[in-house]
């Protein structure tokens, strides 16, 4: 297949930046989305020019590096599917793809395709564990988990903070992602002690970082890669406004 | 309830603000539909109605408290709902400054999509409206305590009015359509179980809502009120 | 022209065995007393005084996201590196299957001693006693942990943890998380981490790259580092060093490891003085998707847990062109049920991989160059439904169709093994400390544990076991000993480090060459899968071991890497890495040349039975071999650390 590439350029995270028109020759339709731009760097860097930097690693959709816009779409738009786990096959001879990094001001742009997600990390920081620190644990089996809960919150948990959420949301908004954090937690029991305050500082974090509002439109569950739900959201919701209500207290 | 003030201090919290305020003015938009269909009872019993709104609560409280009550919880509940609005629509757009070039939608509604310009359209609606049927300055020939002899005059002799009105009313079915289902999922109500139950409900009031106020406009249009 | 990559300081003599450096530092005393003896004997630094004390850790997957939270959990001031972008993608993240642990939560006969046992046999005898044990001691510890941050492992409908055999073991000993337990142990560790940081005992360094040690008066104190957006060269330094920077698989270029995955931090370490032990050691999966061509960058892995209900076959005639469901079952050859009849489809990792590559070998492989056999479940489906496969392996079926387009319910999947783990690594003693004293090794990147085969779903205990408990032990202990005085950042050895780190980064820029990184990258593997991969021949580590100098010459003066080096640039990122693949790959190759047995992951033609079984040659290597560098991969010296073995017996390991 022969395929034309318009790919945002931008040297640095100063720098402004233009889509470039590329041509793709010999592209297989069992290449991977990356495998593609593979392709393309080989060829710019026979032609002594630098290739396009973007985001991978892991390559089977587990690690959430790789993530970006192909015609309009985060991920490419295919359900449950990473960029990297995206195949040519997707697309026809011919076909003219547009790919441009995430957008939004919390994520800005570094090179290329690439951008900072590290909003994402200080969301964490700010709350998204159980302070369960090595050594104090009990054993495991002492406190059951209905079977239901713990697979709600393996649901939750398959996060792979890959951004597509925030990059398809028309707001840019992070909802999506710390819903999961805060619904994984809140649903186990190890997670109550800390849940109000863990809510509470998350969402404070994830405002400040820059992110947009929800308006409840679901593109991020659309777009997310592991199918998180937008019920989620409704958890998250439920948690901050009781957080909120109650002072953020557990205690009366 | 000192903890409630703090509510404004998320992007959640105002949300929240905006989803309660939304349901009180929900809440009115059905009274007033049903209202709205007391018409089909003639001139007397749709006069009568709209005099009781006025003095309901009466003598046991002084005249006009109940319909003033009313009043400014709706004005609160508007300007609390569009200064979130305004608020969290800056917000929103300073999240991405630099849009993207190509953009696709997978699953998002027009509704959804659409739910600020609905807002605003009825916004200018509503001002619109008062002076029409509760001011009377938009509409020659307006009678004070008359309101059927002044619909159904707009609506025959404005060749204007029913359009506007119907589009108004699309506006707000579009409106609630996203909006009653946001509402609940931003007051945290929405889960897996009840999704389908809010859909429904979302879906139910948009359409529902339209077709209760585009009635009368059309049927005063119809000739079938006179 | 002289292909010498850094100018050495280095200008020791070569000893031809040095026994202190070797020195496993094993507690006396039995071995299912050895870790509890052990941790009281250790000195502790008092809490008062941790702050005081910087500790490095590289790497932030299992082991070194574990040790660096637990450090600063008890008040070390931490400074941790990852080259990702975010902590919480290292690649532990992609393990699938799941954790051992000998709770014996289904009363089917497991126990601290079954692990241990089935852990050293596995690991074909190639691993050292005590450590085995007190892994399989810890991994008790380490589930409680993982609950306790909410991990949310599978569980029955009582709500009790739930647990299955995997691997061929014969005990229900694994816990899981559905396909992705690897991701969410990660995000455990990553949660504590971020805990730490948040309270401000470790400073995390993302999209920073290791890519030197710092050694002042024999001891680690220190790294050399690029970040790799603004490209700063910056030097860090502290009291003990961690490396847990996993494995080097992607030496094969093919592997199913991450893209970033690499071997510099090792090997600077390896090239200031830490030995290298038993590189030759690695696993191959055999339940890879196959290479569908060239353009392929990675290789996928899909669990292990599909041998459980799948069946491994290949036509009886050779370049059969016919569609598998149209094969009648009398002209199949199910070679594994066939070779292996009691533990059949299930055989372990490196003999099931090997039996694939044989019948591949006779011609017998289907799929693009035949290097495929077909992995069947439609007995399966026949004796348990449609719907029982997809609820068991739905999300492995989705991903095969997502990579190969093809309907794995409809048509056989077809697989191949790849390259995915690495046994070997840097020699550590039993506090997990390099011959570099002060620099310790913890999860992939050090050799202890596994011998030179590893079990399934013991990768992420060893990690979890290092980093949560062993580590944190030990270096406690290295600190309280020690009484470090603070460096001055401008001491010799830190000017010289950082010199030869920037001296090394102008010299790839400034070659200028015609060849890409990736091409080069891409020989490597190919020289690496063809002679040191799944079998190997005195003849063929002989031929490599004329290849890899000249590549190594080849990529000096030609390689092609653009831009500068003041910023992000990702082909410099590759370069620096690959450079040190095509080192590390020579002393693989001599490793394997050395090493004229078979055992575990290495499979030497010449050693095998008359049925084609790996045979061991216990009297003559039952050793650990520790490499010892000087100049070039070529001039290394080998020493050896004798294993003993006093609570299990050496034996063969038949699968049959």
Redesign the interface.
Known sequence: MKITVNVWRQKGAQASGRLVKYQVDHVSPDMSFLEMLDILNQQLIAKNEEPVAFDHDCREGICGSCGVMINGLAHGGRLATTTCQLHMRSFKDGDVITVEPWRAKAFPVLKDLIVDRGAFDRIIQSGGYISAATGSAPEANSTPIPKENADLAFDAAQCIGCGACVAACPNASAMLFTAAKVSHLGLLPQGQPERKSRVFNMVATMDAAGFGGCTNIGECSAACPKEIGLHFIGRLNRDLLSATLSGGTTAD | M???L??N????????IMAVTGIVLYGFVIVHMIGNLKIFEGPKGFNEYSHFLRVVGEPALPAGTILWVIRIVLLVSVVLHVRAAIQ?TL???????????????????FA??T?RWGGMAIFFFVIFHLLHFTVGSALPGYIEGEPYHNVVSAFSNQIWAAPVYLLAVAALGTHLY?GV??A?????????RT?KLFRGLAVASGIGLFAGFATVPIVVLLGILQ | MTIETKPQVDTRKPVEYTDARLNANVPAGPIEQKWSKHKFEMKLVNPANRRKHTIIVVGTGLAGGAAAATLGEQGYNVKAFCYQDSARRAHSIAAQGGINAAKNYRNDGDSVQRLFYDTIKGGDFRAREANVHRLAELSVNIIDQCVSQGVPFAREYAGYLDNRSFGGAQVSRTFYARGQTGQQLLLGAYSALSRQVAAGTVELNERTEMLDIIIIDGRARGIVTRDMVTGEIESHLGDAVILATGGYSNVYYLSTNAMGCNITAAWRAHKRGAFFANPCYTQIHPTCIPVSGDHQSKLTLMSESLRNDGRVWVPKKAADTRTPDTIPEDERDYFLERRYPSYGNLAPRDIASRAAKIVCDEGLGVGPGGLGVYLDFSAAMKRLGENTVRARYGNLFDMYERITGENPYKIPMRIYPAVHYTMGGLWVDYNLMSTIPGMFVGGEANFSDHGANRLGASALMQGLADGYFVLPSTIGNYIATGGYSTIDPSHPAVTEAVGAVKERIQQFLSINGTRSVDSFHRELGNIMWEYCGMSRTEEGLKKALTLLPALREQFWSDVRVLGSGTELNQELEKAGRVADFIELGELMVRDALERAESCGGHFREESQTEEGEALRNDDEYCYVAAWEHFGTPSQAVLHREQLQFESIKLATRSYK
Do not use: C, F
């Open positions: 000192a903890a409630a703090t509510l201090q998320s992007t959640i919290g105002k949300k929240a969290l917000l929103d757009n300073a999240g991405r400054p630099i849009a993207y070039k190509k953009v696709q939608r997978k699953q998002a509604s959804s999509l739910l996203h289902w946001s609940m999922q931003t007051l945290g109500l929405n889960t897996r999704e």
